[in-house]
């Protein structure tokens, strides 16, 4: 089993930043990617960005393509999600997720987070 909390969510007008931690417990850290994900209510879970457990391969969503960036600390069991140049359609909750593999359908993840509240406003 993982265990995953996520810290990090707030409030923040358009055009700022926020970074949000995934902190992981249970298994090797390292042996896992790591992805992240938002959900708005009424839609489906949508990938934002993953890392692989190493940190050298990384995906995005078109949609956050140099406005974040996901990196890992394997020694602090933790991935981060740096969000900037934030736009009201980036509020959602944002979860993260482990997995043997590097995906972006999350679906095929095997372990969450709680999920951490992201708002944007205009």
């Known amino acids: 089993q993982v265990q995953l909390v996520e810290s990090g969510g707030g409030l923040v007008q358009a055009g700022g930043s926020l970074r949000l931690s995934c902190t992981a417990s249970?298994?090797?850290?390292?042996?896992?990617?790591m992805g992240w994900f938002r959900q708005v209510p009424g839609k489906e879970r949508e990938f934002v960005a993953a890392?692989?457990?190493?940190?050298?391969?990384?995906l995005y969503a078109d949609s956050v393509k140099g406005r974040f960036t996901i990196s890992r600390d394997n020694a602090k069991n933790t991935v981060y999600l740096q969000m900037n140049s934030l736009k009201p359609e980036d509020t959602a909750v944002y979860y993260c997720?482990?997995?043997?593999?590097?995906?972006?359908?999350?679906?095929?993840?095997?372990?969450w987070g709680q999920g951490t509240q992201v708002t944007v406003s205009s």
């Open positions: 997720a482990a997995d043997s593999s590097l995906r972006r359908n999350p679906r095929l993840y095997d372990y």
């Open positions: 249970g298994r090797t850290f390292s042996n896992y990617a």
């Open positions: 890392i692989s457990g190493g940190g050298g391969t990384t």
